[in-house]
């Protein structure tokens, strides 16, 4: 199993909701701080939203107040809700754990009318 895996990505309209998981595999998972990144098309791989292992959250400027990152240390999982999705949020979205820099394979998020 691979060690990070990413679930939920989809097609969705401007103004709507999706929400991403990751599942982590290992026995230590509650100890790490986990991620989201994203990268669209031509740009930049970029952190969107970041939990560390007490569950202490930041947020990329252009997510605060849209998007929620949590994690549940009993099922290895990390989440993160969308709201209000614009189609700027549209990229290939991504599952990191900073110590090892251990990347997931990513998950397509596309906003579209």
């Known amino acids: 199993q691979a060690p990070l895996m990413e679930f939920g990505g989809g097609l969705v309209q401007p103004g709507g909701s999706l929400r991403l998981s990751c599942s982590a595999s290992?026995?230590?998972?509650?100890?790490?701080?986990m991620a989201w990144y994203r990268q669209a098309p031509g740009g930049q791989r970029e952190m969107v939203a970041s939990?560390?292992?007490?569950?202490?959250?930041t947020y990329a400027d252009s997510v605060k107040g849209r998007f929620s990152i949590s994690r549940d240390n009993t099922a290895n999982l990390v989440y993160l809700q969308m709201e209000a999705l614009k189609v700027d949020d549209t990229a290939v979205y991504f599952c990191?754990?900073?110590?090892?820099?251990?990347w997931g394979q990513g998950t397509q998020v596309t906003v579209s009318s």
């Open positions: 990191h754990r900073p110590s090892g820099d251990i």
């Open positions: 939990i560390t292992h007490s569950g202490r959250t």
């Open positions: 290992g026995a230590a998972f509650q100890y790490y701080a």
